[in-house]
């Protein structure tokens, strides 16, 4: 199938992330949000991304990116669109009412696709009317430039759907690996378990958060330390894949860490909420 008009939904970090990549991969995106501000925040990071990334030279495009892009809060708009990449708030209730809305919206030969970074595709597969023609493509953060892209089949996904999404993936200048439907797939079964266990780390007061990520940096080759990681996925996602791994598998060793719980509950998000376990605030001078 060919793909000629993508829709996206959700205008947070990896919604715009996507969003940008396929404008400049030359596909005409429609995105959706709720809020009128994620949409506009979303719209100017777009620009100001792009714009970086050419001066860096590591963009050069023939074509106008942003002119392939328009905003909605309308999720009807989505009509006409061959894919749907859904990257709202990562939780199952949200995510299984979208998708029965696009289900009545969408042409019947759509593909819908979920970013999903732990929820099983087949379960969320299971709130359409055309479950082969649903599947998971996970990016990664940011988008613009982490090459991976998981795909994930559900039981019932298409091997049409798989290769179109595929092409899709690559077009942007990704690398797709396909691996199975088992929660939080291949990434994030690995990376979460890492981040949760650095909170712990901390909680016990072995180290101060500056000192653990310096410590994985150092020795262990990582280019970001775990808990700067946590801030830039968010609290919020990190807890609930926690949560997704905990009771999927049932294994104690998934328990989310209590000082990870208590920082999603007084709203400390990490870098989208200007405060995790490092401060982001933009201080007012003058
Ligand atoms: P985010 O909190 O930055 O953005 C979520 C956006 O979804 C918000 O703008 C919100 O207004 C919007 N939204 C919520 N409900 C909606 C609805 N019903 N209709 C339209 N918009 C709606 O979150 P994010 O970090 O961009 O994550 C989005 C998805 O991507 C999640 O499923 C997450 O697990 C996944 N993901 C996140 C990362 C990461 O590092 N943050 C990486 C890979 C995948």
Redesign the pocket.
């Known amino acids: 199938m060919k793909i000629k008009q993508i829709g996206v939904?959700?205008?947070?970090?990896?919604?715009?992330?996507i969003a940008q990549v396929m404008i400049c991969a030359g596909y005409p995106v429609q995105l959706?949000?709720?809020?009128e501000t994620?949409l506009e925040k979303?719209a100017s990071t777009t620009q100001k991304s792009i714009a970086k990334l050419t001066e860096k030279g590591m963009l050069n495009l023939s074509h106008d990116p942003l002119a392939l892009l328009t905003l909605d809060t309308d999720?009807n708009t989505l009509a006409n669109a061959d894919l749907v990449i859904?990257?709202?708030?990562?939780a199952e209730s949200?995510?299984v009412?979208?998708f029965k809305q696009l289900d009545s919206i969408c042409r019947t030969d759509a593909i819908i696709a979920?970013?999903?970074?732990?929820?099983s595709i087949t379960r969320l597969a299971a709130s359409v009317s055309h479950p082969e023609r649903f599947i998971g493509m996970?990016?990664?953060?940011p988008v613009p430039l982490l090459q991976l892209v998981e795909i994930i089949a559900g039981l019932r996904t298409s091997e049409q759907t798989k290769a179109t999404v595929t092409e899709v993936a690559q077009a942007a200048g990704k690398v797709a690996i396909t691996v199975k439907d088992r929660a939080a797939f291949v990434l994030?079964r690995i990376l979460l378990p890492m981040i949760n266990e650095a909170i712990f780390v901390l909680d016990e007061g072995c180290a101060t958060a500056e000192e653990i990520d310096q410590i994985m940096k150092l020795g262990a080759a990582h280019p970001i330390g775990p808990l700067s990681l946590a801030d830039?996925?968010?609290l919020?996602?990190c807890l609930?894949?926690m949560e997704v791994l905990h009771s999927q598998f049932g294994d104690p060793k998934y328990r989310a860490c209590p000082l990870l719980k208590q920082m999603v509950a007084a709203g400390l998000l990490g870098k989208?909420s200007g405060r995790g376990f490092f401060d982001y605030e933009v201080k007012a001078h003058g």
């Open positions: 939904i959700g205008a947070g970090q990896m919604g715009q992330g959706v949000d709720l809020s994620a979303a999720i859904e990257a709202a708030t990562e949200i995510k009412s979208l979920s970013n999903t970074s732990s929820i996970h990016f990664m953060n994030n830039l996925i968010g919020d996602t609930s894949i989208k």
